[in-house]
């Protein structure tokens, strides 16, 4: 997602939109440093997260995270998908183009919608 936010910000030189784009980034940052930190403390010790034989180990609930993660990551990749819309149709170009490119980056919603209900 940062790589295409970074696309938008070099394509769409709109000064709006590359404050936006730059505070999703930093909004990506902290959500992947949050992951990686809630992957690293959910069990104790470490180890417990795949030899669940060790002695006294214990794990917060795996299920309830990894849903929580997937339902941001889901939320995350659509948002990512519309976000340049509203600037494509302030575009000075006819409404068959605009709508064109408005489904071109629909599609890519729909495949991240389809791809979250396997």
């Known amino acids: ?6 696309l938008y910000i070099k394509i769409l030189h709109v000064p709006w939109f590359i404050k936006v ?10 959500f992947i440093l949050s992951m990686f930190l809630t ?10 997260q795949w030899d669940k034989t060790i002695p006294g180990g214990i794990c917060g609930d795996l299920l309830s995270s990894y849903s929580a993660t997937h339902v941001i990551i889901l939320i995350t990749n659509v ?10 149709w302030k ?3 006819n409404r068959r183009k605009k709508i064109g490119i408005s489904l071109m980056f629909m599609l890519g919603t729909m495949y991240v919608l389809t791809d979250f209900s396997i």
């Not at 784009?21 to 902290?30: D, K, N, P, T």
């Open 91 to 93: 575009f000075n170009m």
């Open 21 to 30: 784009c730059y505070a999703y980034i930093a909004f990506q940052v902290a």
């Open 79 to 88: 948002i990512t998908a519309v976000l340049p819309i509203p600037v494509l």
């Open 39 to 48: 992957t690293m403390l959910l069990c104790r010790p470490f180890s417990f």
């Open 1 to 6: 997602r940062i790589s295409i936010l970074d």
